[in-house]
């Protein structure tokens, strides 16, 4: 089955629970946070994610683009996260397997994400224990930038190494999506299709989402 998780950072943030509710026929709703230093822009944090949950039922879905994760990860777990995503360029290896277990021990599900210059074997030592892997389609930092095709094998070779060590973990992919770009990743593998511009900035925000998730089976 494949998973539409709209991105807020294409939404008004004035009237955010409105647009929250707008995207509730989605799976996951997305939540891009971005601290000014491992990527050039400045998001949301902790007191926003909390104030998302207790406007919406929906799965959170929350993107760390930030410098050493570990620090914020049991902050963002009791704010109401579902899964956090840590990116394996933003710390060393052993933090990044520190904020993993941190993660279990709250009892969200964990996520490590991969901007385009990161190779798809960087996920092995991590692989057995994540319930997602986020492949960037895009550099990490600001939303409305052109898919990168080159990024399709990356897709797939994560896709085949989630095949052989953890098939029940999921592969989303974020940046560039749009319905001529969904059935790209679908076949190199995504199940998890991460879209901001492609669902805010559609006339109809349901039948946005119903065309990323393509034909029914």
């Not at 996951?28 to 909390?50: C, I, Q, R, W």
């Not at 683009?65 to 899964?83: D, H, N, S, T």
């Not at 492949?135 to 600001?142: A, I, L, N």
């Not at 879209?195 to 946005?208: F, K, T």
Request: glycine residues 6%; aromatic residues 6%; contains cysteine.
């Amino acid at each position: 089955m494949i998973k539409i998780a709209p991105s807020i950072l294409s939404a008004d943030f004035a009237n955010l629970s409105r647009d929250i509710q707008a995207v509730s026929s989605a799976d996951y709703l997305h939540v891009d946070v971005m601290d000014g230093a491992f990527v050039p822009n400045l998001t949301v944090g902790v007191p926003v994610v909390k104030s998302i949950r207790q406007c919406t039922d929906m799965f959170l879905d929350v993107h760390l683009m930030i410098e050493k994760p570990v620090r914020y990860i049991e902050a963002f777990a009791q704010a109401g996260a579902g899964l956090l995503s840590v990116h394996l360029e933003a710390d060393h290896p052993t933090r990044i397997a520190e904020a993993l277990k941190i993660m279990g021990a709250c009892g969200i599900k964990r996520a490590v994400a991969l901007r385009p210059i990161t190779k798809a074997e960087s996920i092995l030592p991590y692989v057995e224990t994540l319930d997602m892997v986020l492949v960037m389609t895009v550099e990490p930092g600001f939303g409305g930038q052109a898919f990168m095709e080159s990024q399709l094998e990356t897709i797939r070779q994560v896709r085949t190494i989630l095949d052989r060590y953890n098939p029940a973990c999921e592969l989303e992919v974020d940046g560039g999506i749009s319905p001529k770009t969904a059935p790209l990743v679908i076949e190199a593998g995504a199940n998890v299709l991460v879209a901001g511009s492609a669902v805010y900035g559609a006339p109809e925000i349901p039948a946005a989402i119903a065309a990323l998730r393509g034909p029914s089976v």
